[in-house]
């Protein structure tokens, strides 16, 4: 068979028409050890492994030569660039040709790919800026205000931009959850500090209407403590003398007040 029919990627169902009838293809049928399709698998592996390991030598010199293959590129512009490196001038041109196709494939789906992200970004900003548009807005009342603009009609189905603007209701509605949750969070918190401010303030009347009933009998134990001192003498005991008042004494009875049976005690005459 001639070199080049298979190479990586090739599939059977390809490749099989061409030899089906070959008298060494149908020997090896029925024989023991490896079968024809075994055989095939392993020469495909071995293509796609050494087709993989120029590859990544390609795209090494790319990126230190900083250069970039697109769809616009001449494949005589990627070529010279390879054959300034040795790691990459050694690789045959067939090789190398199906490289460069697949880098271009590559880029082409890159660029497909970033195009169909921006437009649904595009329709996405214009519904997301539009004041019209609610968390309870349904897709009837909003699509007649978009069906003219440049955004809607970048997309190619109803079903894409039905998704789309279901996306953004989904996000306003996150949003006014988050915004109640924030407002409850904020209202518990004031409730809870005003409770332990009013708590503050009840045990400090408490402690202060304590401190007030509680002052003038310490003032009083102070005054009688005061009081037994100044009354106290050297001994350590009450002086009698010091604490009888004169004034609660009785007084001396004079004759008038004599009972009867009471003695008259003479009265002693003082010369003149």
């Known amino acids: 068979m001639k070199e080049g029919i298979i190479i990586e990627g090739t599939k059977w169902k ?9 008298e060494r293809f149908l020997k090896l049928i029925g024989q023991s050890g490896s079968c024809p399709l075994e055989l095939f698998w392993d020469v495909v592996e071995a ?152 708590r503050h303030d009840s045990k400090s009347r408490r402690r202060y209407e304590d401190e007030e009933y509680s002052r003038p009998r310490s003032r009083e134990r102070t005054d009688q403590s005061r009081d037994r001192d100044k009354y106290r003498d050297r001994s350590g005991s009450y002086s009698r003398r010091e604490d009888l008042n004169y004034d609660d004494r009785p007084k001396r009875r004079g004759e008038d007040d004599l009972r009867p049976g009471d003695r008259k005690v003479p009265r002693l005459c003082t010369m003149g």
Request: aromatic share 8%; proline share 3%.
């Open 47 to 198: 293509l796609e492994i050494d087709f993989r390991l120029k590859r990544d030598y390609v795209l090494d010199v790319l990126e230190e030569k900083r250069y970039e293959v697109s769809e616009s590129t001449p494949y005589q512009d990627f070529k010279s660039l390879m054959s300034t490196d040795q790691r990459t001038s050694v690789i045959p041109n067939d090789l190398l040709n199906r490289i460069f196709e697949n880098l271009v494939t590559k880029s082409r789906r890159h660029a497909s790919s970033r195009q169909s992200k921006k437009k649904p970004d595009a329709f996405r900003s214009l519904l997301r800026h539009m004041s019209e548009v609610t968390y309870d807005s349904t897709w009837d009342e909003i699509r007649p205000l978009v069906v003219s603009k440049e955004e809607f009609k970048a997309l190619e189905s109803e079903e894409e931009r039905l998704v789309v603007f279901e996306k953004v209701i989904r996000r306003l509605k996150e949003k006014r959850d988050e915004e109640k949750r924030n407002r409850d969070s904020n209202r518990r918190d004031r409730e809870e500090s005003t409770h332990r401010d009013g």
């Open 14 to 22: 390809e490749i099989i028409p061409l030899f089906k009838d070959d």
